[in-house]
């Protein structure tokens, strides 16, 4: 490691640096499709399950061996067909989007594509081995691009009642989207009112809806009230990179994309304001409480896991968050460290100038006024890498640990169709004690009344049954797609990291080299 | 290692010494440094321990040499403070400000700084003369000391009287203008070595924050079933990898940084109150001679003669320390000049070794 004299830097590799998004539609697809592929190496060794004829859904289900084993959710795909068939009607099967998958899913078999919902392609041939590095420039050749930027914060209106608008920019040649561009404004309410659409739709079946970023009473005041400080200003620029990771990731998921909401959201020039996510109004207030009540029931509810898979998932996540925590922690500690290292050395750039100033020695006095130029230009160095620890490192750790609470939500979610299914089935019990009561009592008349009662729960017994292993499976699913997109998402992050730790250390070389012949200049 | 028995006084040998102060060790209460010096003309090396009171004899001795001209137009070398009690960095962290070398958490560097005022010492033509230092630096057993009134000299400037005489003009313009660049030095370069030691300081917190960050990092990893969880781990250890490699980044730029400038701009910020008190003894006694002729002037003609040889006396001291003091900081400003030109380069050298060796082993590891 380290102390090695002097060596020229390599390269640096360019294969990696295609990738743009980490959040992607086509990644996501792509990742799907090498379970069992060492990312890093490259070393392609496809798994069973893509020379599994199922539709792409299955491989996800079928990661480690053991998971065939499972029966909770994964009875058959069959199943899962016959969900989409019948689903409701926000995750649309777009037909066109289908022909079009299906034609690359012949030519190349890793079908990329932001869509899940696949029922066609049972055609599928098995994939030829691909390294990592092919898969990800075969994302570039794809034709699937949704490409989001949220760019351009500008204050609107004054005062209490001013807002901040962001531009969200789409280019896609996603069949779905009628034009190839759209550039929409948006305030941050709207991204909010999205994200209560969406989870009302798709949380209780199952699904990990990404939430948003965080409400900031404090943040937001500073910003209408007009403060132009730094503080102010970063808090800006957080919230635009925020926006933009969680729009990223919406679209990133193949469900969500497909619902209508997101692509008005993208679409349409006005949006009707979205008043229920005020914080302080009355829709609010009713959230806290709702939420609240559900914290209660979810501490009643002790479910009889069949599977233990999830419940070795949930404490994995458990741990998972924990960890999370204290690296943001670490992270929150080292950005802040670099801060004042950034203004001290800004401090000493100052010092130093003066002292150059009053030095005699003319010699002396221009080196020192050069190493207060050269301190100035490390200060702003620090400050840089200040931001990047911040932006890429700590705000990836924040993502997350807001990430994995929706992850638990989609368990929760889980948990209460068990619920209800179980309390269906006491509610049939109880149908049929009171029908064989009735029976007993000899009262026929009831009697028919009871029976009707007693079908109509047996079919809603049967209805929630199979709504659970329903959620069951997409929690499943869920579960595994995030774990690949977080594998994804850090990798990219941390190349991105080491990039820019790399140009900080170049810069470094050359603001001191520049600084050696004044330095031997003296006498 | 040989060891020397006292030896004759009347055989001083005025060549210069070869001084380390190796090492620093706790003996009960107080500390002992540990000197190894071998005087250049011989062969002989010596090797003994000395505390910290017994430098500031040595410091005392050399202001209270009898019978050289000038003595008081010497730019003394500063010693530096006395160290506290215990080794811990507390004391810095609840003052705001760094006020010495000591508080810099490092004993290396204290004994690097008590080892260049033997230095600055022995390379005096003519401090290096004054017995003190011989027996100081020769002697096995430290040289037998009398209670030291707290340095006369160090208090001088202190007193409200003596505040009046710091601003009285100069007749000599040369003199006046030293005075004059020395004030301004001197709250620069303490303001320097003061943000510079704070630097330093953060350089080193960074490097704590990295190593917390880089642990925290394996807390993580434990199963591998997944292939998504053992990617995910992978990048946790590269990651934590990297941070180590920025640690020891960190650590060693802190090192170099306190080991060049931050060393550089203590030891001339204490040597520019050196200077400066050199500067008021000379105005002092300028101060004298002018009284003198003053009273010179309104004597009374019995007592003329007298003060006719006070004048003359003040006159003549005045005059050797002025042609001391002159001496003394045309080779100081030389001195700092030169010493100021290494610490740079060797800031700057040390500098870009780290960043290439870090560099190069960031882009060969950022193929993740």
């Known amino acids: ?128 081995a691909k390294t990592f ?33 962001y531009k ?9 989207f009628k034009c190839k561009t759209y550039t929409v404004k948006r305030r941050f309410s709207d991204f909010l009112g999205l994200y209560e659409k969406l989870s009302e739709k798709h949380s209780q079946n199952g699904y990990i809806v990404p939430p948003p970023p965080e409400k900031s009473i404090l943040g937001m005041t500073k910003v209408k009230v007009g403060k132009e400080d730094s503080s102010s200003v970063e808090f800006v620029e957080r919230r635009r990179a925020s926006l933009e990771r969680y729009l990223q990731r919406v679209v990133s998921h193949p469900s969500l994309l497909q619902d209508p909401d997101v692509r ?69 500690t080292l950005v802040n460290h670099r801060k004042e290292l950034s203004s001290n050395t800004a401090m000493f750039a100052k010092s130093v100038a003066m002292l150059g100033s009053s030095e005699d020695n003319t010699a002396l006095s221009r080196a020192l006024s050069q190493l207060a130029e050269v301190e100035d230009k490390i200060e702003q160095l620090h400050q840089d890498q200040a931001c990047n620890d911040f932006f890429i490192l700590a705000e990836l750790f924040a993502d997350y640990i807001r990430l994995l609470t929706a992850v638990r939500g989609s368990f929760d979610h889980r948990m209460k169709t068990w619920q209800r299914w179980q309390d269906a089935q006491t509610t049939l019990q109880k149908k049929r004690e009171n029908e064989a009561k009735l029976l007993w009592a000899n009262k026929p008349d009831k009697l028919q009344q009871a029976k009707d009662e007693i079908s109509e729960w047996e079919s809603k017994v049967t209805q929630y049954e199979r709504d659970f292993e329903r959620v069951s499976a997409t929690v499943r699913k869920e579960v595994l797609r995030f774990e690949k997109e977080k594998a994804m998402d850090f990798k990219n992050q941390l190349v991105r990291y080491l990039e820019t730790l790399l140009h900080s250390h170049q810069q470094l070389i050359k603001y001191w080299e520049a600084f050696l012949p004044e330095a031997k200049a003296i006498a | 290692m040989m060891d020397a028995g006292i030896e004759d006084n009347s055989n001083h040998d005025f060549s210069g010494y070869d001084v380390r102060v190796t090492d620093a060790a706790q003996n009960g209460d107080t500390f002992v440094y540990v000197i190894k010096s071998q005087q250049i003309s011989s062969d002989m090396e010596y090797r003994f321990e000395r505390e910290f009171e017994d430098f500031e004899w040595l410091h005392h001795c050399l202001l209270t040499q009898e019978g050289v001209t000038g003595l008081h137009g010497i730019i003394f070398p500063p010693l530096p403070a006395k160290p506290g009690t215990s080794l811990s960095n507390s004391e810095a962290k609840t003052k705001k400000k760094i006020e010495s070398l000591a508080m810099v958490d490092d004993w290396q560097m204290y004994c690097r700084a008590l080892e260049e005022y033997l230095h600055l010492v022995t390379a005096h ?21 009398t209670k030291v009134k707290k340095g006369i000299f160090n208090k001088l400037t202190q007193a409200v009287e003596e505040l009046r005489k710091e601003h009285h003009k100069d007749i000599d313009d040369f003199f006046q203008n030293e005075r004059d660049s020395n004030l301004t030095l001197t709250a620069f370069t303490k303001a320097a070595a003061e943000k510079f030691l704070e630097i330093v300081l953060t350089e080193q917190k960074i490097a704590i924050a990295c190593g917390h960050f880089s642990t925290a990092l394996h807390l993580g990893i434990g199963q591998d079933d997944d292939p998504a969880d053992y990617a995910f781990a992978k990048m946790c250890l590269k990651l934590s990898e990297v941070l180590d490699t920025v640690k020891k980044n960190f650590e060693k730029v802190a090192e170099n940084d306190l080991n060049t400038l931050g060393f550089n701009l203590e030891l001339h910020s204490r040597f520019q109150d050196a200077e400066k008190e050199m500067l008021f003894r000379r105005t002092c006694k300028l101060v004298d001679v002018e009284t003198a002729n003053k009273n010179l002037g309104q004597a009374k003609p019995h007592k003329k003669a007298a003060m006719e040889d006070i004048k003359k006396a003040a006159d003549k001291e005045f005059d050797e320390i002025s042609g001391m003091a002159k001496v003394e900081i045309q080779r100081y400003h030389r001195e700092r000049v030169r010493a100021f030109q290494k610490a740079l380069i060797e800031l700057e050298l040390a500098a870009t070794c780290f960043c290439c060796s870090s560099t190069g082993w960031l882009s060969l590891n950022s193929h993740v």
């Open chain 1, 264 to 332: 008005e959201f993208l679409e349409k020039d006005e949006l009707p304001r979205a008043v229920s996510t005020q914080a302080l109004s009355g829709a609010g207030f009713l959230k806290m409480i709702n939420r609240a009540t559900d914290a209660v029931s979810k501490m009643t509810i002790k479910m009889n896991e069949s599977d233990i898979w999830f419940e070795e998932k949930l404490l994995e996540v458990e741990s998972e968050d924990q960890h999370l925590r204290k690296l943001l922690s670490v992270v929150e």
């Open chain 2, 125 to 145: 033509p003519v401090l290096v003369k004054n017995p003190a230092v011989h027996s100081f630096l020769k002697h096995r057993e430290p040289p037998i000391k």
């Open chain 1, 168 to 176: 969200v920019s789409t280019q896609t040649n996603l069949p779905m």
């Open chain 1, 1 to 128: 490691m380290a102390d090695d004299s002097e060596r020229v830097p390599p390269p640096f590799p360019e294969s990696e640096q295609r990738e743009t998004d980490p959040a992607d539609g086509e990644s996501d697809e792509d990742s799907d499709d090498f379970e069992g592929e060492d990312i890093f190496t490259g070393n392609s060794q496809p798994s069973e399950p893509k020379k599994d004829p199922l539709p792409p859904a299955a491989p996800t289900t079928t990661t480690t061996t053991s998971s065939n084993t499972k029966t909770n959710g994964l009875h058959s795909d069959d199943e899962e067909q016959d969900i989409f068939a019948e689903a409701t009607v926000e995750l649309a099967l777009d037909s066109p989007l289908n022909n079009r998958k299906r034609e690359p899913a012949q030519a190349k078999p890793s079908a990329p594509g932001p869509s899940l919902t696949v029922t066609g392609p049972s055609t599928l041939k098995p994939p030829p």
């Open chain 1, 133 to 165: 590095e092919e898969l990800e420039e075969e994302e570039e050749e794809d034709a699937f691009e949704l490409n989001i930027a949220v760019t351009n914060p500008e204050k609107v209106g004054d005062g209490m009642n001013a807002y901040m608008a």
